[in-house]
Structure formats: C-alpha cells, structure tokens
C-alpha cells in the first residue's frame, strides 16, 4: 500500500552570506526554486521540491562562485523547514562568500618536452590579472590534453593545480603535464555489425591499422559514423594493449 501524499511547494528561500554575487545569478542553475507570482500558470516557476536535487543545488551555487573567482567560498546544505498542514516549506542557505582570487601566473610544467611551452599558451584562454574562473579553468586543460593527443600521446595526463596567495588574493595557475609514449593502432576491430558491410564502416574512420592515434581523427571518427544514418548507436572503444599501442573496437 502505498501513499505518496502530497508535493512540497517552496514558498519561502533566502540566502544570508551575499555580497559579491547575487541570488538571482544562480536562479537557472539550481532545481529547487522559491514558488514564483503565478507558480500555477504554464511556464512559471511552481515551486515544487525536488528531493533528488537537494543535495546537488549548493554544490551548483559554488561552482558559479568558483567561475567568479571565489576559490574560499563555502555554501552549506540547504535547511528545510516543512509546514505538513498545507505541504509547503521555507528553504535557506548560509554562503560563506570569502574574497575574489585573480590569476597571478600559468605554469606549464611538462615531465618531458613534446611540445614548446608556447604552443600550449596559445590555446590557454585563462589571462593573467583577471578573476580566476574554474570552467575556463577546465577547459584549459582539456585544450591541453587535446592538442598532446593529437601528437599520437593517447595516455596523456593534464593534472591542473592551483598555488593560493590568500595575502595578496591571487592564485598560480598550474598545468602539469604527463605525456606518456606516443602510441599507435595495432587493429580496427567491427562488432555488432550484422547487415552493413565492413568496408562501410572503415571508409568513414579516419585511423587504420599502423596509424598514429590522433584525438581529433577518432573524434572525427565517431562523428562520421553517427551521419551514416545506418546504426542506432555507435562507440569507439580505445583498447590499450601496452604503452605504445592500442586497438580501436567500433561497436555499432
């Protein structure tokens, strides 16, 4: 027997701890929502609680302050106060903000030198005396990870590292970078494919058998593949065989 009862409505948020950020930069970021003027109406904000997200929305909210340079902030776990008269509650956080950090210097620290230290600056978008921001942060590193592995260094490893001045407010960005060996295809191998003929399939892959491994042409790979049109889901597994040599399943 089961009684599901009824849907929580959130009448009542607030946030204590603001100063540098505002609650509404983080209003489409996060699931649970105070119920908005019309919450009934088709489009609106209705309020409803959404357990599964709880735990998720504060971890959201620190993710924006990150993007903004807030390296020290803290935003605890939401307390919920529920009223079972009428299934609605009052939500609140507490924010510990801290200060803005901004960038003081990007490293690159290579365990071996496979590509000039420039090169790899080039495509960092991270800039020195601006406010630190963990998604460019990101993306940096995979930029980084890319551009190494299209140099047929498939088992690269960026590790980013951040070195706090709390004194001065910065942070030293830091990229180290582990390489590993260059690597090449040992085999191509078809599974699943069961009504399209091989040959079909390989001429849309950009690497062979005794190619370098390419980041770029397997993700180009994939991508031919999915345009066919013939299959309802393709991957391309990478298959490490040692060090220096891997085998490519396409699994269609």
């Given at each position: 027997?089961?009684?599901?009862?009824?849907?929580?409505?959130?009448?009542?948020?607030?946030?204590?701890?603001?100063?540098?950020?505002?609650?509404?930069?983080?209003?489409?970021?996060?699931?649970?929502?105070?119920?908005?003027?019309?919450?009934?109406?088709?489009?609106?904000?209705?309020?409803?609680?959404?357990?599964?997200?709880?735990?998720?929305?504060?971890?959201?909210?620190?993710?924006?302050?990150?993007?903004?340079?807030?390296?020290?902030?803290?935003?605890?776990?939401?307390?919920?106060?529920?009223?079972?008269?009428n299934y609605t509650a009052d939500m609140s956080y507490q924010i510990k903000e801290g200060e803005?950090?901004?960038?003081?210097?990007?490293?690159?620290?290579?365990?071996?030198?496979?590509?000039?230290?420039?090169?790899i600056k080039e495509i960092i978008t991270l800039n020195i005396g601006e406010a630190f921001n963990i998604k460019t942060f990101r993306e940096d590193a995979q930029r980084i990870k890319r551009i190494i592995a299209d140099l047929s260094y498939a088992f690269v490893q960026v590790v980013p590292d951040l070195k706090k001045d709390k004194e001065n407010r910065t942070v030293e960005v830091v990229f180290k970078v582990m390489p590993g060996e260059r690597v090449k295809i040992r085999n191509v191998i078809i599974s699943g494919n069961s009504r399209t003929l091989d040959r079909v399939v390989r001429r849309e892959l950009y690497l062979?058998?005794?190619?370098?491994?390419?980041?770029?042409?397997?993700?180009?790979?994939?991508?031919?593949?999915?345009?066919?049109?013939?299959?309802?889901?393709?991957?391309?597994?990478?298959?490490?065989?040692?060090?220096?040599?891997?085998?490519?399943i396409v699994k269609v």
């Open positions: 027997v089961v009684n599901e009862g009824q849907e929580i409505i959130i009448e009542n948020l607030k946030y204590s701890g603001l100063s540098g950020l505002e609650s509404d930069d983080w209003d489409d970021l996060i699931a649970n929502k105070e119920r908005g003027f019309m919450g009934w109406f088709w489009g609106q904000n209705d309020g409803k609680m959404k357990l599964n997200d709880l735990a998720y929305d504060p971890l959201r909210i620190r993710d924006l302050y990150m993007q903004n340079g807030y390296l020290d902030s803290d935003v605890d776990a939401p307390f919920v106060k529920v009223n079972f008269d803005a950090y901004s960038i003081s210097a990007v490293t690159i620290n290579q365990r071996q030198n496979v590509i000039s230290e420039d090169k062979g058998p005794g190619d370098m491994y390419s980041l770029t042409d397997l993700t180009d790979s994939r991508s031919a593949l999915g345009r066919l049109g013939f299959f309802d889901a393709n991957t391309i597994e990478e298959k490490r065989v040692d060090n220096s040599t891997m085998d490519l």
